[in-house]
Nanobody, 122 residues
Framework: QVQLVESGGGLVQAGGSLRLSCAAS????????MGWYRQAPGKQRELVAS???????NYADSVKGRFTISRYNAKNTVYLQMNSLKPEDTAVYYC????????????????WGQGTQVTVSS
């Protein structure tokens, strides 16, 4: 099995910054992509940012220019640097990983972290 553990959430004022971290552990042969999603109360979960093994990066339009995703492959870790935070960024942020778990099986499996709360006060 694979576990994803997020950290770095908290409470900040509008205009402040936070950095989220997500570390993957367990039965991992390779991680083909990692990303961050968020879900605010009453809204659907949405993609915030993702990064693939070929370093293709996608951002939601609402966070472009403010958030930066990066990946440290040696530690199976993905980061989300969030700057110029706005109250509308308030949500639970979830880490996601597409994982190949065995050399004998090259299928990708989707794993999720438990979520970390980000609250931005106005």
């Amino acid at each position: 099995q694979v576990q994803l553990v997020e950290s770095g959430g908290g409470l900040v004022q509008a205009g402040g910054s936070l950095r989220l971290s997500c570390a993957a552990s367990g039965s991992i042969f390779s991680i083909n992509a990692m990303g961050w999603y968020r879900q605010a109360p009453g809204k659907q979960r949405e993609l915030v940012a993702s990064i693939t093994s070929d370093v293709t990066i996608n951002y939601a339009d609402s966070v472009k220019g403010r958030f930066t995703i990066s990946r440290y492959n040696a530690k199976n870790t993905v980061y989300l640097q969030m700057n110029s935070l706005k109250p509308e960024d308030t949500a639970v942020y979830y880490c996601n990983a597409e994982v190949v778990t065995s050399i004998w099986d090259n299928r990708e499996y989707d794993y999720w972290g438990q979520g970390t709360q980000v609250t931005v006060s106005s």
